[in-house]
């Protein structure tokens, strides 16, 4: 399963961003797909996360300012982020688990750069 990520760029602080994530392959299952964060010098680190059945997990620091979605029929994920800050810039990663001919898997996306400015 590959992922395709897409939305990021520069914006300043008190903007918004949507990023996109689409999920394409031969017969697989998505059970939960999320999207982390990496900056520099700093831990890939959960964003966001939303089950197959839409329920969802937020980190802390975005909770309030960050929605996650999905559209199942499309197997993609959306983050919508709001009021972003400088220091949600980082790399920000999608991801997916689930089925596919057999076996489970665990897919990621290539990053996607978001740089919020002051």
């Known amino acids: 399963v590959q992922l395709q990520a897409s939305g990021g760029g520069l914006v300043q602080a008190g903007g918004s961003l949507r990023l996109s994530c689409a999920a394409s392959g031969t017969t697989f299952t998505i059970d939960d797909m999320g999207w982390y964060r990496q900056a520099p010098g700093n831990k890939r680190e959960l964003v966001a996360s939303?089950?197959?059945?839409?329920?969802?997990n937020y980190a802390d620091s975005v909770k309030g300012r960050f929605t996650i979605s999905r559209d199942n029929a499309k197997n993609t994920v959306y983050l919508q982020m709001n009021s972003l800050k400088t220091e949600d810039t980082a790399v920000y990663y999608c991801?997916?688990?689930?089925w596919g001919a057999g076996d489970r898997f665990r897919s990621w996306g290539q990053g996607t750069q978001v740089t919020v400015s002051s």
């Open positions: 991801d997916a688990e689930g």
């Open positions: 939303i089950s197959s059945g839409g329920r969802t």
